[in-house]
């Protein structure tokens, strides 16, 4: 008896109208009346079984890392500019690769939802840590150079694209809140932010917009800073 219907991370009514899809997931119950072997046929008939276990499967996400990391070292140089993803651009692509064959094969294990919660909460504790102990010594010397022009027009040149996508999200594109506000955090990629609009949605309607603008402008980033210090020092040579 079917009793479930899965396609990617939505649950789907189970039907009669419904209709399925490649790589849709069936959850069935099977009575006793059948025994093991008429089970597996069955089974094998629709597809593939999906064993759902606790244990995460360390080297697929071994093997996800170390593509990030090899692909973050690359490096091509435009001119006098080199261009680089870095560890965090690498990463974010493997993590997109390694997401989708993940979603396409499910019977590959992956890492359990429990797990993955812990490791996101300790990696955003712990990037906020680095960047501001990182940070935090520098920031005073320029503050104490510079004055508070320097922190002013930081929190300007965050807010200003924030402000125009949220005018043009809402007025022109007609897009709900949550998923607009989603969106926004992902154009900052800001993770913090992104966390704090979930907590106040009570579900995670705001990563539908936020995915998509994480990953892009996880990209352009690496790439748009060697570009604007290359440009930065031919301003400075032909002055």
Request: aromatic residues 6%.
């Amino acid at each position: 008896m079917l009793i479930g219907v899965s396609r990617g991370s939505h649950k789907l009514p189970a039907f009669p109208d419904l209709h399925l899809q490649l790589h849709d997931v069936l959850q069935l119950s099977i009575s006793n009346l059948y025994d093991e072997a008429a089970s597996r046929a069955a089974i094998a008939r629709l597809g593939t079984r999906i064993r759902y276990t606790d244990k995460s499967n360390i080297s697929f996400a071994a093997l996800g890392i170390l593509t990030g990391i090899a692909v973050g070292t690359l490096s091509v140089k435009i001119g006098s500019i080199p261009f680089s993803l870095g560890t965090g651009g690498g990463a974010l692509l493997s993590g997109l690769l390694f997401g989708w064959v993940q979603s396409k094969r499910p019977e590959i294990a992956g890492i359990p939802e429990s797990a993955l919660s812990i490791l996101k909460d300790l990696g955003l504790a712990g990037f906020i840590a680095c960047v501001g102990l990182s940070a935090g010594p520098q920031a005073i010397v320029l503050i104490r150079q510079y004055g508070l022009s320097l922190p002013l027009i930081g929190i300007v040149i965050t807010v200003t694209p924030a402000c125009v996508s949220l005018a043009v999200g809402h007025f022109v594109l007609r897009l709900k809140a949550p998923v607009l506000l989603g969106a926004i955090a992902g154009q900052q990629c800001s993770t913090p932010a992104v966390s704090a609009i979930q907590t106040v949605a009570g579900n995670s309607t705001p990563l539908l917009g936020y995915t998509i603008t994480y990953a892009v402008s996880n990209i352009v980033l690496p790439l748009m800073g060697p570009l604007i210090v290359g440009l930065t020092g031919m301003l400075r040579h032909t002055s």
